[in-house]
């Protein structure tokens, strides 16, 4: 099928390494951020967020840290694994707005095996 | 299924022809989002539902674009005088009251030749 990242920053990591994927977000206002995966041909899927009140968050395999200093969002995942392969994106996400997201430019992640 | 269900999957329109993409939303989720993603690029914001409420539709780039959800269940996006630039892929997403992790469908590709 069609790559969803076609002209996307790409990141290649050997299986095994840890990846980190950055991005600078605009909107001071906003409650949370999110970090999705999208794989080719599918919808974006949820991986995990932040609330704006917080500056770390761990899930399984994945820390996400947020400066909110210098507007920065960066997604950290451990021991990545070729199913990590995907274009991730951030988004902010503002509860006034109805929960509509805002998505950031995207960052293609190549396992190398 | 569980999921948010698409269709058409892929949907060629010849330019000036009216389309109608379908979503069925996860059971019991209030809140209904319609986005457009180019490719290569994030997805954007087209309308928000909140049941049968269109309580934002301000990322729908022309009047030629309109949706509905009138029970407030299954929604819409009706596409009138398709035009190139219309091509994308069309993504319904779905969330609980107040739920920040949005659920999305796998898409309909839209090719307008």
């Known amino acids: 099928g069609e790559s969803v990242g076609l002209h996307l920053p790409t990141l290649s990591v050997q299986e095994g390494d840890n990846s980190i994927i950055n991005c600078a977000y605009s909107n001071s206002a906003s409650d949370y951020f999110i970090w999705y995966k999208q794989e080719s041909g599918k919808g974006p899927q949820f991986i995990i967020d932040?609330?704006?009140?917080?500056d770390k968050r761990q899930g399984q395999r994945v820390t996400v840290l947020l400066n909110k200093t210098v507007k920065h969002l960066s997604l950290q995942i451990a021991a990545t694994q070729p199913g990590d392969s995907a274009v991730y994106f951030c988004a902010e996400n503002m509860a006034a707005a109805g929960n509509k997201l805002t998505f950031g430019g995207g960052t293609r992640v190549l396992v190398k095996p | 299924g569980a999921g948010v269900s698409q269709s058409p999957r892929y949907k060629v329109a010849k330019r000036g022809q009216d389309v109608a993409l379908r979503c069925d939303p996860i059971?019991?989720?209030?809140?209904l989002f319609w986005y457009q993603q180019a490719l290569g690029q994030g997805p954007e914001f087209l309308t928000y539902f909140q049941n049968e409420a269109q309580l934002d539709k301000s990322g729908l780039p022309s009047d030629r674009f309109f949706a509905e959800r009138p029970e407030g269940s299954v929604s819409t996006l009706k596409i009138q005088r398709t035009q190139q630039e219309d091509s994308a892929v069309y993504l319904c997403a779905s969330s609980r009251t107040g739920g920040t992790e949005a659920f999305f469908g796998q898409g309909t590709r839209l090719t307008v030749v």
């Open positions: 932040i609330r704006s009140n917080m």
């Open positions: 059971s019991g989720h209030v809140s």
